[in-house]
């Protein structure tokens, strides 16, 4: 369970950490470092709505019914298999151009506005990675150990972004994509199989 929450963790924080120093790294670039602090705004403000998300889900289903929580945990669970299964191959299609694509869109936000689209492109990339990260985590909100693995996993993710970032380590990042794209496949095949049951 660890390791699972820790993968999860490692590559949802990992894509989230690339995303957000592209951009800041677009930013400082392009001679507009007034739009770091809306870049980091976004982070903040993404990241706030996906631990009140966790919360609610954890916290918010005791006062339903048995058969309550048991639609509300299956109809999660398939909408985080949708979710991390849309990610995972469109990751693999638009990886090797991810870089390339975020400037062009940073850099053509930049010149026409105040930089407010770049609060919105870092809220909507941490976002979504943290609404992805605690639907597939929610099933196991209760387990400590769960709960320290993606704490774990988060953090090295967020430490290797800024090193990559910082060009002080070279990472493929595209063969860890492919190898941690292959594992959550298997893991949304075992989340789904959990939310088939609860829904029986």
Known sequence: M???TFLIGLREGLEASLVIGI????V??????DARPKIWWGVGIATTVSL??????TYGRYGLSFEGQELLGGGLSLLAVLMVTTMVFWMAKIGPSLKQ???????????TGSGWAMFWLAAVTVGREGLETTLMLWAWS?????????IVGILLAVALGVAINR???KFNLSRFFAVTGALLIVMSAGILAYGIHDLQ
């Open 2 to 4: 660890f390791l699972a």
């Open 52 to 57: 009140i998300a966790g919360a609610i889900l």
């Open 101 to 111: 694509e975020l400037e062009t869109s940073a850099r053509a936000a930049l010149a």
């Open 142 to 150: 209760t387990a400590p150990q769960a709960l320290a693995g993606a």
């Open 167 to 169: 060009g002080m380590m």
């Open 23 to 26: 951009l800041l790294a677009c």
């Open 28 to 33: 400082t670039k392009v001679g507009r470092s």
